[in-house]
């Protein structure tokens, strides 16, 4: 895949261990791109968390760099990499600090001096960009695990980051809450903002990311458009993943294509098309089946 330019985010990090001894992360170097719609796959305790978390620095290397917007990231600085990667959690409500949805959202403009009332109009545009305007008086922690995620993200959208990093937007929501929630990714994708999330959805990551990375042990094992990963039987099988149902219900079927489906509305176009060239035959005047 050709990118333009430097990277956004670029992450070198010989070795995260955690203070029990853990190795969380070893041998990674990861870049963000202008425009990138990432999706990080593999299964529970592969590091995708903890790569996630050193994006924007909330986790440091034990032994490595990481630079954002071309600024090295230090102890004292380490400011610009959270307000240049917005983190949105997995658990919403760690992020949910406010009396109100508003108040929530404006938070974050306020410890950087914003003045309220232009806070208080950042935020309302934030909230109306995943369309959640109509939460501005809610109290989040009774929100839905769908609106808070909205809320979560409104809440780094306000601070105009040039990442947003999101683990696990899914988790836990029913499917019309998914879909809305993947909606407004795809929406900030469209805006200019690169994503980076972490799923183990993998029909999401096939539907949405430009580039696909998988973890195992701690590493990216392997990256690339969806189409290269997900057909990458070895690669899967070390990650331990199985490809999306489209991909699986393809090859079961035996369909042949110049351009193999990774998503539902791949399969649906690729047999749509096969149907259109080898119509059913019409049965005979006689009702014999012969013409």
């Given at each position: 895949?050709?990118?333009?330019?430097?990277?956004?985010?670029?992450?070198?990090?010989?070795?995260?261990?955690?203070?029990?001894?853990?190795?969380?992360?070893?041998?990674?170097?990861?870049?963000v791109?202008?425009?990138?719609l990432i999706?990080?796959v593999?299964?529970?305790?592969t590091?995708?968390?903890?790569?996630?978390?050193?994006?924007?620095?909330?986790?440091?290397?034990?032994?490595g760099?990481?630079?954002?917007?071309?600024?090295?990231?230090?102890?004292?600085?380490?400011?610009?990499?959270?307000?240049?990667?917005?983190?949105?959690?997995?658990?919403?409500d760690?992020?949910?600090?406010?009396?109100?949805?508003?108040?929530?959202?404006?938070?974050?403009?306020?410890?950087?001096?914003?003045?309220?009332?232009e806070?208080?109009?950042?935020?309302?545009?934030?909230?109306?960009?995943?369309d959640?305007?109509?939460?501005?008086?809610?109290?989040?922690?009774?929100?839905?695990?769908?609106e808070?995620?909205?809320v979560?993200?409104?809440?780094?959208?306000?601070?105009?980051?040039?990442?947003?990093?999101?683990?696990?937007?899914?988790?836990?929501?029913?499917?019309?809450?998914?879909?809305?929630?993947?909606?407004?990714?795809?929406q900030?994708?469209?805006?200019?903002?690169?994503?980076?999330?972490?799923?183990?959805?993998?029909?999401?990551?096939?539907?949405?990311?430009?580039?696909?990375?998988?973890?195992?042990?701690?590493?990216?094992?392997?990256?690339?458009?969806?189409?290269?990963?997900?057909?990458?039987?070895?690669?899967?099988?070390?990650?331990?993943?199985?490809?999306?149902?489209?991909v699986?219900?393809?090859?079961?079927?035996?369909?042949e294509?110049?351009?193999?489906?990774?998503?539902?509305?791949?399969?649906v176009?690729?047999?749509?098309?096969?149907?259109?060239?080898?119509?059913?035959?019409?049965?005979?005047?006689?009702?014999?089946?012969?013409?």
């Open positions: 895949m050709s990118r333009d330019g430097s990277p956004l985010v670029d992450l070198q990090c010989e070795a995260h261990t955690y203070p029990d001894g853990t190795v969380g992360m070893h041998d990674i170097d990861f870049s791109y202008p425009d990138e999706a990080i593999g299964g529970n305790g590091g995708k968390s903890t790569l996630l978390e050193h994006l924007n620095a909330t986790l440091v290397p034990d032994d760099d990481l630079v954002v917007d071309g600024t090295p990231i230090t102890e004292d600085n380490r400011a610009h990499a959270r307000k240049e990667v917005g983190f949105v959690f997995q658990d919403a760690t992020q949910l600090v406010a009396p109100t949805v508003l108040d929530d959202v404006m938070f974050g403009l306020q410890n950087y001096g914003v003045p309220d009332e806070a208080r109009e950042r935020a309302r545009e934030a909230l109306g960009t995943v959640a305007s109509h939460l501005e008086d809610r109290i989040p922690h009774y929100l839905s695990g769908g808070k995620r909205l979560g993200l409104a809440g780094v959208l306000v601070l105009e980051p040039s990442v947003i990093v999101l683990d696990e937007p899914l988790a836990g929501l029913d499917p019309e809450r998914s879909r809305l929630v993947a909606d407004r990714i795809e900030i994708h469209r805006e200019g903002i690169s994503v980076v999330l972490a799923t183990h959805d993998l029909e999401f990551a096939a539907e949405v990311a430009d580039r696909v990375c998988v973890m195992a042990d701690g590493n990216v094992v392997g990256s690339g458009t969806p189409r290269d990963v997900f057909y990458d039987d070895a690669l899967l099988a070390e990650a331990n993943l199985h490809p999306p149902s489209a699986r219900v393809a090859r079961d079927a035996g369909l294509a110049t351009t193999p489906p990774v998503t539902e509305a791949d399969l176009s690729l047999l749509s098309e096969a149907h259109d060239l080898d119509p059913p035959r019409m049965p005979a005047p006689d009702g014999s089946g012969h013409d």
